[in-house]
């Protein structure tokens, strides 16, 4: 069919795997690819793999056909933008329509997606420009890809003209989702949030718009909210294996390890045999189910220890030259151990993969495995000595330098940790409504549950010194002291540590006065 069309070179594959070797040594202008391929990758994940090794050149067509044409195939497809999306039955007229229209607008564009695979944006847009304003049939599409080379080129100011200025007209949907991400760019969270709010209003399926939703909650601080917009978005498109690990790793933050299990496990699913594939894909599943497992007592522990120990099993079989994922994978297969009541085996784990690594010379996450596997099977001064060691090897580091910090302050089970949370915020409401002596008695009860947490001791502390300035009261210097002592091991490069110091000078000059 394709040859009576005027193809001169047509090249065919059976499957997903042949498709995408043939696409390392050829360079095809047009792919036609279908959904459903059998067992393997679908058409979407093939299309996903291109887009992200770069194998599709914006001067190439990939034209999706399909017989699934239910909401979940074809908005997960749509969100790798490709050219078409042909529903079967095909007809040699349809597809020799489509094609020709598109092959029309291909020659018409292609200066200017030739030097958008060049890199060339400035001349690019230079381009669009001319094409608008010679009143060319493409002008909406050549305005929507001049804001979008100024967002990469980081010239939000220009997008958001163009962008304002379509608006003007009528409200599209690309150019509301467009004006949201400048607004987000420049800070305006608050603003991006409303402006990604009201595309829903009118395209309720728009994914992309609740993902915007998400990321302006995070940068508010509205982490609960964020994950129910991403929640949205996956609900509608499921299919997305990295916006299925962004939501789990928001419900890990947030506490919910329940919602992050489920959206972990559909990650996996659907990330399986992809370009996603990876060690962490198994390993932060596994750790979600194995924090799971240690704060369950019910009969529900076993079937999530064994499902968190068939994923940590495949990292070992599946990525076995990857030797520090398989170290991190044994460190958390002994905390399964431990909530297994299998403390000996834990330990045997654990030293095990001690004696297959030079302890000075661990990676941040490695290291940080090993001291929540320490803590776990009760090894606390050498997961502290650890983390103590990791902070002052990855002090340049702020990312690590946060995750350490996360593990010396609270290295309890999630349960305890979010009972300590909550005290710790009781707390800070009644200091702030001025109740000293029930905020001291809140933050007292928070520190009995996480008796290393810095900031916690530290606002504890804080509430003391406050009352002892207040009623002389000599037993809140003892309460400032104990809150000093528990935490005297946190090293310098910790952020609670200069308040530390600050609240050890004003003790000492309370009880020189005193």
């Known amino acids: ?33 279908d959904f459903n391929l059998g067992e393997g ?52 007229n349809m597809l020799e329509e489509r094609l020709t229209q598109l092959l029309v607008q291909q020659r018409a564009l292609k200066p200017i997606n030739r030097e958008i695979d060049l890199e060339n944006y400035a001349k690019a847009i230079s381009l669009c420009q001319q094409e608008v304003d010679k009143g060319s049939r493409y002008r909406s599409w050549c305005l ?56 829903i209003e009118r395209s309720p399926f728009l994914v992309e718009a609740y993902e915007g ?44 390890l329940n919602a992050a299990s489920d959206a972990f496990r559909k990650a996996v699913t659907y990330g399986e045999g992809t370009v996603h594939e990876t060690p962490d ?41 990857e030797e520090e994922s398989c170290h991190c994978a044994n460190l958390v297969k002994a905390r399964v151990l431990v909530g297994q009541g299998k403390l000996e085996n834990a330990i045997e784990l654990i030293d095990e993969v001690q004696s297959l690594t030079d302890i000075d010379k661990l990676s941040a996450e490695l290291g940080i495995e090993m001291s929540r596997s320490l803590y776990t099977a009760g090894k606390q001064d050498e997961a502290q000595s650890l983390l103590i060691d990791l902070s002052q090897r990855f002090e340049s580091d702020p990312s690590a330098l946060a995750k350490i910090e996360a593990v010396l302050d609270e290295p309890e089970p999630l349960e305890i940790r979010v009972k300590a949370k909550s005290l710790n915020k009781t707390g800070i409401q009644l200091f702030e409504t001025g109740h000293l002596q029930e905020a001291i008695e809140s933050f007292t009860a928070a520190a009995a549950l996480t008796p290393k947490h810095a900031a916690l001791n530290l606002n504890l502390a804080q509430v003391a ?50």
């Open 213 to 256: 939703i998400s990321d302006s909650c995070v940068r508010l601080g509205q982490r609960k909210e964020a994950q129910k917009a991403l929640q949205e978005a996956v609900s509608i498109s499921p299919r997305m294996v990295q916006r299925q690990s962004k939501l789990a790793n928001l419900c890990v933050e947030n506490n919910d």
């Open 281 to 321: 894909l198994y390993l932060n599943f596994g750790r979600c189910l194995s924090d799971l497992a240690l704060g369950d007592t019910t009969e529900k522990q076993s079937l999530l220890a064994a499902e968190a120990n068939a994923q940590l099993e495949t990292v070992l079989d599946k990525f076995y030259y």
């Open 41 to 92: 990758k679908n058409g979407q994940q093939i299309l996903e793999e291109l887009r992200i090794k770069k194998k599709l050149k914006r001067t190439h067509l990939f034209i999706m056909i399909t017989a699934d044409t239910s909401k979940e195939a074809v908005l997960g497809t749509r969100e790798f933008q490709p050219d078409a999306y042909v529903a079967k039955p095909v007809t040699r």
């Open 144 to 199: 929507q890809t001049m804001a979008d080379l100024y967002r990469k080129m980081g010239d939000s100011s220009s997008a958001q003209k163009i962008y304002s200025e379509v608006l003007t007209n009528r409200p599209i949907d690309w150019a509301k989702i467009g004006l949201a991400k400048t607004l987000f760019d420049t800070s305006q969270y608050e603003e991006a949030k409303s402006v990604f709010s009201s595309v």
């Open 465 to 514: 010194l406050r009352l002892h300035q207040q009623d002389s009261d000599a037993n809140a210097l003892s309460i400032v002291e104990q809150c000093v002592d528990r935490i005297e091991h946190i090293p310098r490069q910790h952020k609670q540590y200069r308040r530390l110091q600050h609240i050890k000078h004003t003790l000492s000059r309370a009880r020189t006065e005193a």
């Open 1 to 33: 069919m394709l040859t009576s069309f005027g193809a001169a070179f047509v090249d065919t594959v059976a499957n997903a795997e042949q498709a995408l070797n043939q696409s390392k040594y050829e360079s095809y202008d047009v792919m036609l690819c």
